[in-house]
């Protein structure tokens, strides 16, 4: 069965950097687009970043610039690095994936995420 689960999360002082990572285990015949979502307390869940099969990425405006998201899926995992956090990115983050596992269809999968504190 597939699963993802996030690790990497912490609290650090604005500013400081933070690199998560997003381990997949299970049946996979074939990753496709990947990506970082996060959820701040009373708020809903925001895409932070995406990255293709083929390496193209995207990102939300509020972390241009300071986020990088990348993946090898030889090791069949995915990253975030971030830099110059801000308090505002306090959220729980969670590991995305389009993943067939059998060649037959492809399916959303969500890891459990992993906190990410900021402090001022």
């Known amino acids: 069965q597939v699963q993802l689960v996030e690790s990497g999360g912490g609290l650090v002082q604005s500013g400081g950097s933070l690199r998560l990572s997003c381990a997949a285990s299970?049946?996979?015949?074939?990753?496709?687009?990947m990506g970082w979502y996060r959820r701040a307390p009373g708020k809903q869940r925001e895409l932070v970043a995406t990255?293709?099969?083929?390496?193209?990425?995207s990102y939300a405006d509020s972390v241009k610039g300071r986020f990088t998201i990348s993946r090898d899926n030889a090791k069949k995992m995915v990253y975030l690095q971030m830099n110059s956090l801000k308090p505002e990115d306090t959220a729980v983050y969670y590991c995305?994936?389009?993943?067939?596992?059998?060649?037959?269809?492809?399916?959303?999968?969500w890891g459990q995420g992993t906190q990410v504190t900021v402090s001022s």
């Open positions: 995305n994936a389009m993943i067939d596992p059998d060649g037959l269809g492809q399916r959303n999968y």
């Open positions: 990255i293709t099969s083929r390496g193209s990425t």
């Open positions: 299970g049946s996979i015949f074939r990753f496709n687009t």
